[in-house]
């Protein structure tokens, strides 16, 4: 009871409550019962939290693919509608009491008290020693009338005029009831539901009528008679809400099967299956579906009907939908409107408002057309004009004519009929697009558009004017040779004019008459002796590292070191590295300082680097050795000293491809000479690398392999020896 009583007050309603206490029942009994007091209680609360979670509604349509949708059908589906009562709101005028109801009376003024009454199953309530008051049968206001004049016997003021006392009598927990739900529902049976609950909530507990259930009959008997015939299409499509009554204990709801349905679907806002009333029309069905979509054919509807025998097609006009009554499985379908305009042409081109219009009176000619339409553009081509129309046979065909002409009334106007498209093209339009290049040392080289009458310098100035070193001499324009071939030899196919043009872009009468052609290109030159500055970097143990500007395209790297104040004296000739583009490039700086002219003292390139280091003390071993490391140069070692200390040569060292990298990037390798070889001289910073060869092509002769070579070589011998002799 305390587990009820915690669900009220959470809000869960009394069928929820009835069915939770059933299930509980059932848990219990299934359930071995436990020692542990406490632990029961407990697992009950959390059974029935549990129970409480209400369950998804069953839909009630089939697959889509197997039948179409009901209309309704899917209110029943949807999980948040459920119409439960709200017990909550004041106590309904017309409530009828009855057991398990419960009263709630509040005394107040010169008395207090209050007193909470539960109708008895004689549908009696019972207050301090009075005797018991019949109320089962009776509404709120009768009830509360009998229960005041029986309290008046202790409190003869009470609800007096002067009297000072006074009670209030309101509802307080509500019973549950039973109603039967049978016939074509989803889940037919008896339903236990709050007195407060009315039919609609009633019929969503069951899933709603079923594939044959009836929307518009469904019938609420009480005492046996029928009190109520409910049409759900009333609600669904109007809101109405008159049907939802109250339920009663032992009401019974009785879903018929639907006596005729038919299928209305196409262009229509709800298509599904509806279901027809007696003297309703068609034109009741497409009200049902939410009437026609926008792009609707209504002049006529097809539509499919049994016979009895086989099926007979027909259409309904737009006039006699209203009065069109409907059969049992009939099939409607309403169509798409044609992708077409009756009325329409349509003028592009050379003048100021295009578009579409429509034929009549002030449009039913071209000359009347263009006038409509605001009449020609300046620009327009007036020589030829064309109009697509489609013939009978919906063939295309073009109709040209010279719309200066016509305009002048030198030709007659033309006639337009439905669908025709007029095309008037501007001058523009009929022209390749136009165009200039522009380029070398203006700010913004390429592309310009070409206008008429544009000068070289206007050319110039839509590209920004002359970069810095920009020459106003020496330009040249490039055209294309179109009609005039004069004095041009057969293999020329385009014309060079060389020219010049103020440096600050003053007009004068030379550059006035030499306008450009379509197509030209425009070449600005640059100064022969500008050049952005180019710079060289040197760092490493000189007087005054950093970066220094290359004075003329002669200087090479041994120029560069007096500039840069000469050498320390820990600078490591030996060891110089020079990089261009961030690349390593093998030169000796001791050879080239002694002897400037040798090839290897490279002329400065931009961005040149060179690095002079202090002397290394160390040389690196790697590759093919037992130990490979960094040791200490030593003049007086020899390679194979420093092989030594390296651990020696391993399995596989490839002796005669060793060679030694020195710091200055160049690389020599081991020489040889019948069976002797020489090795590189190492010097200090050097990197010595022993390749390794290949274990596969080295592997060693077995004995066995050596005695079958031997044997072959003798026998060979021995074959040629008798040979000769």
């Not at 109801?101 to 010169?110: F, H, M, Q």
């Not at 009176?361 to 409509?372: A, G």
């Not at 710091?663 to 390798?669: A, C, D, E, L, V």
């Amino acid at each position: 009871m305390a587990i009820e009583q915690a669900a009220l007050e959470k809000g869960y309603t009394l069928d929820q409550i009835s069915t939770m206490r059933n299930r509980l029942q059932q848990a219990q009994t299934s359930s071995p019962t436990s020692p542990d007091r406490s632990n029961t209680d407990e697992s009950r609360r959390q059974v029935a939290d549990s129970m409480l979670v209400k369950a998804k509604p069953i839909s009630v349509l089939p697959s889509a693919d197997s039948v179409k949708q009901i209309f309704g059908a899917s209110f029943f589906s949807i999980p948040s509608i459920s119409f439960e009562p709200n017990l909550r709101i004041a106590t309904p005028k017309n409530y009828i009491l009855g057991p398990d109801d419960e009263l709630v009376v509040d005394i107040y003024g010169n008395s207090v008290d209050n007193f909470r009454l539960k109708i008895s199953p004689e549908g009696t309530v019972k207050m301090l020693n009075l005797a018991p008051v019949q109320v089962n049968g009776l509404t709120i206001e009768q009830a509360s009338e009998r229960i005041i004049n029986r309290l008046r016997s202790a409190y003869s003021t009470l609800n007096r005029p002067g009297g000072g006392t006074y009670s209030t009598i309101t509802l307080g927990n509500v019973r549950s009831i039973q109603v039967m739900i049978t016939g074509e529902v989803t889940r037919p049976g008896s339903y236990t539901i709050s007195s407060l609950a009315t039919a609609f909530n009633a019929l969503n507990q069951s899933g709603g009528p079923n594939n044959n259930g009836s929307y518009r009959s469904i019938e609420i008997i009480r005492n046996n008679k029928t009190i109520r015939t409910i049409d759900l299409y009333g609600f669904l499509v109007d809101a109405n809400l008159k049907d939802n009554i109250t339920m009663q204990d032992q009401d019974i709801i009785l879903v018929r099967p639907y006596s005729k349905r038919i299928e209305l679907f196409g262009e229509v806002k709800h298509p599904a299956l509806f279901e027809v009333k007696d003297g309703e029309t068609l034109k009741d069905m497409i009200r049902y579906a939410g009437g026609y979509t926008p792009t609707a054919y209504s002049a006529s509807i097809q539509f499919r009907r049994n016979t009895g025998k086989e099926l007979l097609v027909g259409s309904v006009q737009d006039a006699e939908i209203a009065n069109f009554i409907p059969q049992n499985g009939d099939v409607y379908k309403v169509g798409k409107i044609l992708n077409r305009i009756e009325n329409r042409v349509v003028i592009e081109g050379g003048v100021f408002r295009d578009g579409e219009y429509p034929i009549d009176e002030q449009t039913n000619t071209v000359k009347k057309l263009i006038k409509k339409s605001e009449g020609l553009r300046e620009d327009a081509f007036l020589s030829r004009a064309i109009i697509e129309r489609k013939t009978e046979t919906l063939r295309p065909e073009i109709i040209s004519f010279d719309l200066g002409k016509l305009m002048n009334g030198e030709i007659d106007d033309i006639v337009l009929k439905r669908e025709d498209h007029i095309y008037i093209k501007t001058i523009d339009e009929l022209k390749e697009n136009y165009g200039l290049t522009i380029l070398g040392s203006v700010i913004n080289p390429g592309t310009i558009d070409y206008h008429e009458g544009i000068t070289v310098a206007d050319a110039i100035f839509k590209a920004g004017g002359y970069t810095e070193g920009g020459i106003p001499y020496r330009i040249e324009v490039s055209r294309r040779i179109k009609g005039d071939t004069a004095n041009i030899p057969q293999s020329q196919n385009v014309r060079i004019f060389s020219l010049e043009v103020s440096e600050n872009l003053q007009l004068n009468a030379g550059d006035q008459k030499f306008t450009l052609s379509p197509f030209d290109v425009v070449y600005v030159r640059k100064s022969p002796r500008y050049e952005s500055q180019k710079s060289v970097t040197i760092l490493g143990e000189i007087m005054y590292p950093g970066t220094y500007t290359i004075l003329n395209n002669f200087e090479r790297i041994t120029d560069l070191i007096p500039k840069a104040g000469g050498m320390k004296a820990e600078a490591y000739l030996s060891g110089a590295r020079f990089y261009r583009n961030k690349e390593l490039v093998a030169v000796d700086l001791k050879a080239i300082i002694q002897s400037p002219s040798l090839p290897s003292n490279l002329l400065l390139q931009t961005g040149d680097t060179l690095l002079i280091p202090t002397k290394s003390e160390t040389v690196r071993i790697k590759g093919g050795v037992q130990n490979p490391s960094l040791v200490n140069f030593d003049p007086g070692f020899t390679f194979r000293d420093y092989i030594s200390q390296a651990g020696g040569f391993a399995e596989y060292a490839w002796k005669s491809r060793v060679y030694v990298s020195y710091p200055n990037g160049r690389t020599f390798r081991t020489k040889k000479f019948l069976f002797i070889r020489s090795y590189p001289k190492i010097e200090s910073g050097s990197v010595v690398t022993i390749p390794l060869k290949d274990p596969q092509k080295e592997r060693q002769i077995s004995p066995s392999e050596r005695i079958a070579i031997i044997s072959l070589v003798t026998t060979v011998s021995l074959a040629l020896i008798s040979l000769f002799r």
